[in-house]
């Protein structure tokens, strides 16, 4: 399981752009992305299958174009529960949101028709801060106490 690609946008409701890394901050996200703040959804993970779901019916998609924060590799993310812990390179993160509603005119779905994100995208809240780089691990953390 690793990081694909890591995505920042400057403005809600538009695709992200890839980034050579994102700097996590606790009780911000990441700093220069749109979504960033003290609330649930502070980084948002679209896994490679899904993005890939969406690409036969669209080709020219590239990543962040669903306003994903984090594409990874690997990890049937939608199938995490709310709580699961991830290590992500030196970061670490909790899993807050399966799916969400999409907006009403959210580009990604005006131009390709539909989103993944509300059926696979999942949210988390930074617990650990560091740096996000393409190709860091991935690992789901156990919990120590219910082993």
């Known amino acids: 399981m690793k990081v694909v690609a ?22 911000h996200g990441i700093v220069g992305d749109a979504h960033a703040g003290n609330w649930h959804r502070q980084v948002s993970f679209l ?7 969406m690409k036969i019916a669209y080709p020219e998609l590239h990543p962040g174009d669903f306003a994903e924060n984090i594409l990874t590799e690997g990890i049937e993310l939608f199938t995490l529960p709310i709580g699961t812990r991830l290590r992500v390179g030196e970061t670490e993160l909790e899993v807050t949101q399966i799916g969400k509603e999409c907006h ?9 028709g539909d989103c993944v994100m509300p059926r696979e995208g999942i ?25």
Do not use: M, W
């Not at 896994?47 to 779901?53: A, I, V």
């Open 6 to 27: 890591v995505c920042i946008s400057e403005k809600k409701g538009t695709r992200k752009h890839t980034v050579d890394s994102i700097e996590l901050k606790i009780d």
């Open 47 to 53: 896994d490679q299958s899904s993005f890939d779901k």
């Open 104 to 112: 009403k005119g959210c580009e990604i779905r005006n131009i390709v």
């Open 123 to 147: 949210f988390g809240i930074v617990t650990k801060e560091g740096t996000i780089y393409p190709d860091d691990e991935i690992e789901i953390l156990k919990d120590e106490a219910n082993d």
